[in-house]
Antibody, heavy 117, light 108 residues
Framework: EVQLLESGGDLVQPGGSLRLSCAATGFALSTSAMNWVRQAPGKGLEWVST????????YYADSVKGRFTISRDSSQNTLYLQMNSLGVEDTAVYHC??????????WGQGTLVTVSS | EIVLTQSPATLSLSPGNRATLSCRAS??????LAWYQRKPGQPPRLLIYGVSNRATGIPARFSGSGSGTDFTLTISSLEPEDFAVYFC??????????FGQGTKVEIK
């Protein structure tokens, strides 16, 4: 069974950093593009970043470009999101999602990131 | 950025009723539209992709239709487990995409 499990969410001060992880089971990350999607309190879902199946092509929403970095460790079958220079606007539940032909066919439960002083 | 507007925000229906959910795009998105279901405490579940294709394991009571800027998710006869939030998603310029705000289908 294909499953994704995020971790790493925490309370962090503005300007701080955090690394989120997404452990995949039931498939190899190297066979799919992968995404991070977030939902801020009371807001809709927002695409954050995509890592192509090659593991080298990366894409970011303008709101996080230059601050967030998506990557993976194929040996651990884990996707990461390194988040730097966090602001209150980054407070959200972050989901990882597998990308198959442009649709998110599997999502994780999400991990909560709270940016507050 | 393409904006997806879903209506209504809330749909109050009884089991057995037909549910019709709308998703309107601010510009044409061809066939790059998907629908997801979300229940409390669970991750989103893919229902429909490419406007009208049911994902694996999705019952036939779920159907999608539309083209251009206007799209519809229909649940032909609501089952108790169908009461949830539904949202649409477009990805006409992969990998960038946007989501609708969601329609909550609640028990009347």
């Amino acid at each position: 069974e294909v499953q994704l499990l995020e971790s790493g969410g925490d309370l962090v001060q503005p300007g701080g950093s955090l690394r989120l992880s997404c452990a995949a089971t039931g498939f190899a990350l190297s066979t799919s593009a992968m995404n991070w999607v977030r939902q801020a309190p009371g807001k809709g879902l927002e695409w954050v970043s995509t890592l192509g199946s090659s593991g080298t092509d990366t894409y970011y929403a303008d709101s996080v470009k230059g601050r967030f970095t998506i990557s993976r460790d194929s040996s651990q079958n884990t996707l990461y999101l390194q988040m730097n220079s966090l602001g209150v606007e980054d407070t959200a539940v972050y989901h990882c999602a597998r990308d198959v032909k442009g649709v998110f066919d599997c999502w994780g439960q999400g991990t909560l990131v709270t940016v507050s002083s | 950025e393409i904006v997806l507007t879903q209506s209504p925000a809330t749909l109050s229906l009884s089991p057995g009723n037909r549910a019709t959910l709308s998703c309107r795009a601010s510009q044409s998105i061809s066939s790059s539209l998907a629908w997801y279901q979300r229940k409390p405490g669970q991750p989103p579940r893919l229902l429909i992709y490419g406007v009208s294709n049911r994902a694996t394991g999705i019952p036939a009571r779920f159907s999608g239709s539309g083209s251009g800027t206007d799209f519809t998710l229909t649940i032909s006869s609501l089952e108790p487990e169908d009461f949830a939030v539904y949202f649409c998603h477009q990805r006409s310029s992969w990998p960038r995409g946007t989501f609708g705000q969601g329609t909550k289908v609640e028990i009347k």
